[in-house]
C-alpha cells in the first residue's frame, strides 16, 4: 500500500553509537518531517525538508542531522547517541498544500539508547 | 505545544457513555487537524477543520471548531473499545510556522469493557 515506511521499526544503542533512520514516502509529497514522541510531551518536529535537497531545523534539532537527497527519502542520523533521545520517531510527508488531509505518518521507529 | 493545550491528558470512559476532547489555541488556527495514534502504530488522520464553526462527523466522532477558531473538541458517542487510543490535535498556524503543524501533547482514551 502506498504510504511512508521507517526502517528499523525497533532499535537499542549504547550511549556514543550511531545510526540513521530510514523514512520513505512513494505519494511523490514534497515536504517531508521528523518528530520525536515523549510521555506527555506530544510531537516535537526535530527536521523538516520542503523539497529535494533542501532541509531545515524544527524545534529540538540538536544531536541529530538529516539529508534528502532524493525526493522520495528522508534519513535521520544519530551522530552520537545520548539516552535523552531515547523515544518514538515518526516520519511524516505532506503535499506542499496538505489539505485536507495534513500529514501521513509512519509507523514510528522505536529507539532505547543504553 | 504551549501554543496547543489539549485536555483531559487522560481519560477513563465505560464502553457506552460519551466523552469530549477538546484542543485550545493561543492564537488563531488556519487549520486544525485529529489524528488518532493507536499503541506501537502512527497517527491515523481523522478529521480537518478549517472554518469558524465548523463540523464535521465520522461514524460516531464528531469534531467542532470555535467561531473564533481557536478551539477545537473532538466528541465520542456511545464509546466502544475500538475507540482507545491517543488522540491528538495538530494545529496550522499558517505563514508565522511556516509549513509545520504544531502538535498538542495528547489525550489517553481508555475504554472500559
Known amino acids: 500500500n502506498a504510504g511512508v515506511t521507517q526502517t528499523p521499526k525497533f532499535r537499542v544503542l549504547k550511549t556514543g553509537q550511531s545510526m540513521t533512520l530510514l523514512c520513505a514516502q512513494d505519494?511523490?509529497?514534497?515536504?517531508m518531517y521528523w518528530y520525536r514522541q515523549d510521555p506527555g510531551m506530544g510531537l516535537r518536529l526535530i527536521h523538516y525538508s520542503v523539497g529535494e535537497g533542501t532541509t531545515a531545523k524544527g524545534e529540538v534539532p540538536d544531536g541529530y542531522n538529516v539529508s534528502r537527497l532524493k525526493k522520495q527519502n528522508f534519513l535521520l542520523g544519530l551522530e552520537s547517541a545520548a539516552p535523552s533521545q531515547t523515544s518514538v520517531y515518526f516520519c511524516a510527508s505532506s503535499l506542499r498544500h496538505r489539505r485536507p488531509y495534513g500529514y501521513t505518518f509512519g509507523s514510528g521507529t522505536r529507539l532505547t539508547v543504553v | 505545544s504551549q501554543e496547543l493545550e489539549q485536555s483531559p491528558q487522560s481519560l477513563i470512559v465505560q464502553e457506552g457513555k460519551n466523552l469530549t476532547i477538546n484542543c485550545t489555541s493561543s492564537?488563531?488556527?488556519?487549520?486544525l487537524y485529529w489524528y488518532k495514534q493507536k499503541y506501537g502504530e502512527g497517527l491515523i488522520f481523522l478529521m480537518m477543520?478549517?472554518?469558524?464553526?465548523e463540523e464535521k462527523s465520522h461514524e460516531k466522532i464528531t469534531a467542532k471548531l470555535d467561531e473564533k477558531k481557536q478551539q477545537s473538541s473532538l466528541h465520542i458517542t456511545a464509546s466502544q473499545p475500538s475507540h482507545a487510543g491517543i488522540y491528538l490535535c495538530g494545529a496550522d498556524f499558517s505563514q508565522e510556522y511556516g509549513n509545520k503543524l504544531v502538535f498538542g501533547a495528547g489525550t489517553i482514551l481508555r475504554v472500559k469493557s
Open positions: 505519494m511523490n509529497h514534497e515536504y
Open positions: 492564537k488563531t488556527l488556519y487549520g
Open positions: 477543520l478549517q472554518k469558524g464553526g
